[in-house]
């Protein structure tokens, strides 16, 4: 029992550090795209289109004979960029709504949840693609749609939490020693929320990252020759019979990091609850 | 200025809270719950009042409605509660605050729930002075190490540092009175600081807890079920049941010669040395919600009469110090026995 259990423990650990390992490699290639980079990513020359892999093109070239390694680099940053800047911006949101509504109660909290409510009750997707479709496409306007219709599912969780926080004994001795609510809610609140919110964050990560590439793909998110995964996705889904090799690098890209996020938030996920238990 | 009238003069000065015609109600659905219907009490400077009653007799909410902490769950709260001539119920929030941990203090039931487990120590005691003092964390943190060292826990800097769940919950209890003895408060409200503890840890806390009254001269509400922990703590007693004071005494007094039948049911309900079966209270408490006129105590009575199905608790005052709210003790009654003899 105890040997599997460890068993067990070294193979969550092992895929946590191997997504660990992913994600900082294609980060990292992100962020030194300028320099690591061997072509030009926007570079268009229609002499090289559709090369095989070679030294100077070490994952061939599109339909445009653009480098796909290049553009992947590159697309690094715009796709898991982006991401990240939704995820952190919704998370804040969340957590100052879902805090005040939880927290506060009454009126406020009326007010919040039936404004949270009014967006639930729009498919998801829809209420995306109507918001980018109002605002025009481009890649600023995919994230604050996705920021506008996904603060509220954070939001409600959060106020679940404090709501049972609140009751804890903790706070109510906080309160009985004369601690003010802002520092009660800075100290014995979010503390407590934080570790649950990082691990859903994580687990929803690659989410986010579908979802902009899905955008991408349909044409409304990054707009050419700015290079994206989703949006390679969508230029090359022409090329599938003729040239699977241009769809499967950006299809693995995208599968490789939700995976190796999924992975992660369940790792973490894992460590709060031991903690907890 | 007569003799009487100084004396008054000093009484009221030693008298730190006042609660006067203090009632609490909780309106519901299905009724209003009737928790506590107009008590009168006195803390004074440097004696502790017992407060001993069954569970859910309105011990409790009386505690937590004194620092407004009952009113933003929808409880109404009605009478005065004088404090340096301010009524703690009439304060704005804020106020209030102010008033939390520095001028009364709460000793909570269950130290083990009262500790944030993700905050040290040293961290909970700091929030506390540093709510009320604008003093440096250097200076709050030297304060927080002295008080740590009264409450008779060894190495205090090394236990700032750490965890609530790394303490024992006789070690956290103690901490509790720590942070709670930091502001010096004036009232201190001990909310059956002994009930989750063993006896010997319970022993070190009382220990504690009468060394702060006759070093600091704090008034102390100690509430309590435990007749025992009142004995030996308490100066003057107050007997509730169903939200009213149904006797107050000085404690000899009380243990002497307890006149309710309330009184003398819980007093018979003691363990005793012999192999006697408990004593039992029959029945159980009538319900809160919507209460009868007429004696709360009265079903489960052996002294009653018919008298009591139409009595109107209030407190008659038996002697010097003795008060009972008892149809027993009433005027009439006493001339009805008199006339009798």
Same mark, same amino acid.
């Given at each position: 029992m105890v040997l599997q259990g460890i068993a067990k423990g070294l193979y969550h650990r092992k895929l946590t550090i191997i997504s660990l390992i992913i994600l900082g490699v294609i980060m990292l290639s992100g962020a030194l795209a300028p320099v690591l980079a061997p072509n030009d990513p926007t570079l268009i020359s229609l002499e090289n289109k559709f090369l095989s892999p070679s030294i100077q093109f070490p994952f061939g070239t599109d339909h445009l004979g653009r480098c796909i390694l290049s553009r992947l680099m590159y697309g690094a940053i715009t796709s898991l960029g982006s991401a990240l800047v939704v995820m952190s911006v919704t998370i804040t949101i969340s957590i100052i709504m879902g805090t005040l509504s939880g927290?506060?109660?009454?009126?406020?909290?009326? @007010?919040?949840?039936? =404004?949270?409510?009014?967006?639930?009750? @729009?498919?998801n997707l829809v209420l995306t693609l109507v918001i980018v479709g109002m605002l025009g496409p481009s890649l600023i306007n995919v994230i604050i749609a996705m920021v506008v219709v996904q603060w509220v599912w954070y939001a409600r969780i959060i106020r679940g939490m404090v709501l049972s926080l609140k009751e804890r004994s903790f706070v109510l001795s906080a309160k009985v020693t004369g601690t003010p609510d802002w520092l009660i809610i800075v100290r014995h609140i979010l503390p407590n929320i934080i570790p649950h919110i990082v691990v859903l964050a994580t687990l929803n990560l690659g989410m986010v990252i579908l979802h902009i590439s899905g955008l991408s793909f349909l044409g409304l998110g990054v707009q050419p020759p700015t290079p994206e995964w989703g949006a390679m996705l969508n230029d090359a889904k022409q090329f599938l019979r003729s040239d699977p090799r241009l769809i499967m690098f950006p299809g693995t890209m995208i599968l490789l990091v939700v995976i190796s996020f999924n992975l992660l938030g369940d790792a973490l996920r894992d460590a709060i609850e031991f903690r907890e238990s | 200025m007569n003799s009487a009238k100084v004396e008054k003069e000093i009484m009221n000065k030693q008298v730190v809270l006042n609660l006067k015609n203090f009632q609490a109600h909780l309106p519901t659905k299905r009724g209003v719950v009737r928790a506590v219907n107009g008590i009168n009490l006195q803390i004074t400077q440097g004696k502790v009042l017992g407060l001993v009653g069954e569970s859910g007799c309105g011990k409790s909410i009386t505690c937590l409605s004194l620092?407004?902490?009952?009113? #933003?769950?929808?409880w109404v709260i009605v009478g005065k509660a004088q404090m340096?001539?301010?009524?703690?119920?009439?304060?704005?929030? #804020? #106020?209030?605050?102010r008033i939390r941990g520095k001028d009364i203090a709460i000793i909570m039931q269950n130290p083990m729930a009262a500790f944030n487990p993700l905050t040290t120590i040293g961290q909970h005691f700091l929030e506390t002075i540093r709510s009320h003092l604008s003093v440096s964390e250097k200076a709050s943190r030297e304060?927080?190490?002295k008080y740590l060292g009264h409450v008779g826990l060894p190495q205090p800097d090394k236990l700032m540092k750490q965890y609530p769940f790394q303490f024992s919950?006789?070690?956290? !209890?103690? +901490?509790?009175?720590?942070i709670a003895l930091a502001m010096e408060p004036k009232v201190l409200i001990a909310d059956e600081p002994t009930t989750s503890l063993d006896v010997t840890i319970q022993r070190q806390i009382l220990g504690q807890l009468a060394r702060l009254?006759?070093?600091a001269r704090t008034?102390?509400?100690? +509430?309590?079920?435990? %007749?025992?922990?009142?004995? !030996?703590?308490?100066?003057?007693?107050?007997?509730m049941y169903c939200g009213y004071i149904v006797e107050r005494a000085p404690v000899e007094q009380l243990f002497n010669n307890p006149l309710h039948p309330y009184?003398?049911? %819980?007093?018979?309900?003691?363990? !005793?040395? !012999?192999?006697?079966?408990?004593?039992?209270?029959?029945?159980?408490?009538?319900?809160? =919600?919507?209460?009868?006129?007429?004696?709360p105590f009265l079903e489960r009575c052996n002294e009653k009469n018919r008298r009591c199905s139409h009595y109107k608790q209030k407190l008659i005052q038996y002697d010097h110090k003795h008060w009972v709210g008892c149809a027993k003790y009433s005027a009439e009654q006493r001339m009805l026995n008199h006339g009798l003899a």
């Open positions: 927290y506060m109660g009454g009126r406020v909290d009326a @007010f919040l949840m039936r =404004l949270c409510d009014m967006i639930l009750a @729009f498919p | 620092l407004g902490l009952t009113k #933003e769950k929808g340096q001539g301010k009524n703690l119920l009439a304060l704005d929030s #804020e #106020e209030i605050r304060m927080a190490t919950g006789g070690m956290l !209890q103690r +901490v509790m009175i720590a009254k006759e070093k008034g102390m509400l100690l +509430v309590s079920h435990d %007749l025992g922990v009142i004995a !030996q703590m308490a100066d003057e007693v107050a007997v009184t003398r049911a %819980l007093l018979a309900s003691k363990p !005793q040395m !012999q192999k006697k079966p408990l004593q039992a209270i029959g029945g159980q408490a009538p319900s809160l =919600l919507n209460l009868d006129v007429g004696c």
